[in-house]
């Protein structure tokens, strides 16, 4: 989406357009790189946030470079330490606060009162394009998402990125990149998170971390989800190779337009 923007301005980014990218802290390593060789190999300017505990609300935002970035979680445990509390699939403050919300207070304190929101939300995703459509997002913002309009589907993707001479290096099975997003999200298939908690045992330390935080929602160790076991649990049952989870489960869909 962003290449089409560029192509259809000769090559560089129209003055009235910036781009954006909120990091949570648990973007794989691939992901940061990725985000940046897009903005040094296209010549455009990237815009790098995260959230911050700012006691004031419109001050919860922080402008970072690919070097600062947060690698392990920083913003999001700050968010999850003011709320006092897990997002759950219920509740999924997560995205709307750590990577919305600071775009929306990043703009408004550049002084922007209205704007389009691009989302890379392709032709074959109906669900979220109609989501899209039918929700009112306020006088500030208006989501749009030019590639579904245009037809796009992830084989269009696929094929766009196999004749760039960089991609997102991570794997990807029939368009999908199971290890994209926050690491261990909690809507990811649970056979899924248990398979990258195998592969990388390190990665569930973070999530095991936060459920054994003395919340006031449970402060015996609250759960990002109350139908599965902890990450701890998973963590020990992966080092056991043992099977716990439903290979059929769905994952939940996690889109800033959700």
């Known amino acids: 989406m962003l290449y089409q923007v560029l192509h259809a301005h000769g090559g560089?980014?129209?003055?009235?357009?910036?781009?954006?990218?909120?990091?949570?802290?648990?973007?794989?390593?691939?992901?940061?790189?990725?985000?940046?060789?897009?903005?040094?190999?296209?010549?455009?300017p990237i815009t790098w946030l995260e959230y911050a505990p700012a006691e004031v609300t419109k001050d919860r935002w922080k402008e970072v470079t690919f070097v600062t970035a947060s690698r392990n979680g920083e913003p999001f445990e700050a968010l999850i330490r003011k709320r006092n509390v897990l997002p759950n699939p219920v509740s999924r403050f997560c995205t709307v606060e750590l990577k919305v919300r600071t775009i929306h207070r990043y703009l408004k304190a550049n002084g922007w009162e209205e704007w389009d929101s691009m989302l890379g939300i392709r032709a074959d995703e109906q669900r979220r394009l109609a989501k899209i459509g039918n929700q009112d997002y306020g006088k500030h913002e208006e989501k749009i998402a030019p590639l579904g309009q245009a037809g796009v589907t992830k084989e269009v993707v696929g094929d766009f990125w196999k004749s760039q001479p960089f991609d997102l290096?991570?794997?990807?099975?029939?368009?999908?990149?199971?290890?994209?997003?926050?690491?261990?999200?909690?809507?990811?298939?649970?056979?899924?998170?248990?398979?990258?908690?195998?592969?990388?045992?390190?990665?569930?330390?973070?999530?095991?971390?936060?459920?054994s935080l003395g919340l006031a929602s449970q402060p015996q160790g609250a759960l990002f989800r109350s139908d599965r076991p902890s990450y701890a649990s998973m963590l020990k049952f992966s080092k056991e190779q043992m099977t716990m989870f439903d290979q059929n489960e769905e994952t939940i869909a996690c889109f800033c337009g959700d």
Request: glycine share 6%.
């Open 169 to 211: 290096g991570l794997p990807n099975h029939n368009g999908v990149t199971m290890h994209g997003n926050c690491d261990l999200c909690y809507l990811k298939r649970g056979a899924q998170i248990l398979s990258l908690i195998q592969e990388k045992p390190e990665r569930a330390l973070w999530w095991a971390r936060m459920e």
């Open 12 to 44: 560089t980014l129209p003055s009235e357009a910036i781009v954006c990218f909120a990091n949570t802290g648990k973007e794989d390593e691939a992901t940061l790189q990725f985000v940046k060789d897009c903005s040094d190999r296209w010549n455009v």
